[in-house]
């Protein structure tokens, strides 16, 4: 790419998207896999590279409202949630205008749509014309990725690779689901409950701690194994002295055993473990910067072998809450609370 400007980048992006190649492309949350979304034989080739079971449908990004009315029907919350929070990292679920083919929506009657709030994203979609299909560009089984290095860990070169630099957020967006009754969040990000609620009013949001047991989840996504790290993770969650001390205890028992684990903590508390080997989630301040920082600290710690990461819990406020969520399955819901 060198010796291109940034447009004519994107021309031939968006000219890739036409064709029916995919394309890997940064937004604000995570890096995703794009591809037209009108076209069936493209969007087979995302659900082939990925490894993706073909019950689990696919978010559709788009540059507009008016993009997103093409596909859906917006009610009067989608369409209030749209105003407020795009682009920005919200995905509505709303009942399809059926002009998608069956493979995106896994053949639900319901879309799932995107407008991402990061000027490449954007630029392609309008350029390409068409909206654009994208899960997170990780084989199933790895983390989201958030930089353009992540995407060729996983898939070398084997796609292009729009890069736009580290993502802003780092984990993926809100979904709420608005096709019936009171609206659910089936997963939480960077736009909250509360944010939500005082747009649209009461909204539930489905256990965001625990394994999930039902049938028919709503979000299909949601009942495959997530992201696992070649470590053992262990949540420490607590009053913080306590966890501190219980995090130490378990790091130095791997260790006398000839293990090799890894502390995760805040910048605050680091002084407190000393020699021990650890990664710096963020700020105790600023759970912002552990969303950043999650998913390629979980990356370098596979790359790094380590057999075990104890976890310092971030609170669960603000972002704070979707971080957790994901740590929590990172964790195989393996939590330790003093
Ligand atoms: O931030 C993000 O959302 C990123 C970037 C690339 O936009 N994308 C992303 O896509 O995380 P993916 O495929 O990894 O996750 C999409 C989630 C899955 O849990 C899927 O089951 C759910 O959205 N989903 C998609 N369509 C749905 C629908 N019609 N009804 C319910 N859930 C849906
Ligand atoms: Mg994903």
Redesign the pocket.
Known sequence: MINMTKETVIEKAAKAIKKGEVVA?P????????ANAYDKEAVSKIFAAKG?PAD????V?VDSLIMAGMLGVLNKDAQNLAQNFWPG?L?L?VP?KGLVPDIV??G?K???L?M?DNDIALSLISAAQVPIA?????KSGSP?PTSAAHVLLDFGDKFMVLDGGECA?G???T?I?LSKGTPVI??P?AVTQNMIESCIGDVLCTNAFAPNTQQAP?????KYRHYAPLAQVTVVEGEPSSAIEAIKYLFDKDTKKGDKPLIMASRENKRFYGRRDILVTGSLENPAEAAKNLYSLLRMADEMFYSHIYFEAVAKVGIGFAVMNRVYKAAAYNIVKV
Do not use: W
Not at 27 to 34: A, D, F, I, N, S
Not at 56 to 59: D, F, G, K, S
């Open positions: 492309l937004t604000e949350t995570v890096y995703g896999l794009g993706r689990n449908p696919l978010i990004h990292p995905t679920v399809s929506t896994a639900l319901t879309i799932a995107r991402p994208a899960p997170s560009a990780n989201s957020i984990i993926e967006s979904v689901e089936l997963r990000g709503a979000a299909p996504g949601m």
